[in-house]
Nanobody, 127 residues
Framework: QVQLVESGGGLVQAGDSLRLSCAAS????????MGWFRQAPGKEREFVLG????????FYADSVKGRFTISRDKVANMVYLQMNSLNAADTAVYYC????????????????????WGQGTQVTVSS
């Protein structure tokens, strides 16, 4: 089993930057991919971006490509989300996720691809 804990959320102004962190513990040796999802008020939880654990290959939602960057530290079992040029539409609870499932021919970009979830961290962008 894997445990995930997010941190780094907060209140920022439009145009600012923010960095989220996710710490993984437990059976981390069997992680194939990690990613970030977000859920805005009244909306469904949506995929933001992810990373293949072994190679570092990344995959992004079109809405954040060019603004958000995902990275990971394999030794420390950490994954990071660097968010730049934030706007009000980015306001949401952000969730870290990990997958123990290998995939070929597609990326880990849906909720069902992931086995483990953090509790979420709130990001609020004011105008």
């Amino acid at each position: 089993q894997v445990q995930l804990v997010e941190s780094g959320g907060g209140l920022v102004q439009a145009g600012d930057s923010l960095r989220l962190s996710c710490a993984a513990s437990g059976r981390t040796f069997n992680i194939y991919a990690m990613g970030w999802f977000r859920q805005a008020p009244g909306k469904e939880r949506e995929f933001v971006l992810g990373i293949r654990w072994s190679t570092g290959r990344t995959f992004y939602a079109d809405s954040v490509k060019g603004r958000f960057t995902i990275s990971r530290d394999k030794v420390a079992n950490m994954v990071y989300l660097q968010m730049n040029s934030l706007n009000a539409a980015d306001t949401a609870v952000y969730y870290c996720a990990a997958s123990s499932r290998s995939k070929y021919g597609s990326d880990w970009n849906t909720r069902s691809d992931y086995d483990y979830w953090g509790q979420g961290t709130q990001v609020t962008v004011s105008s």
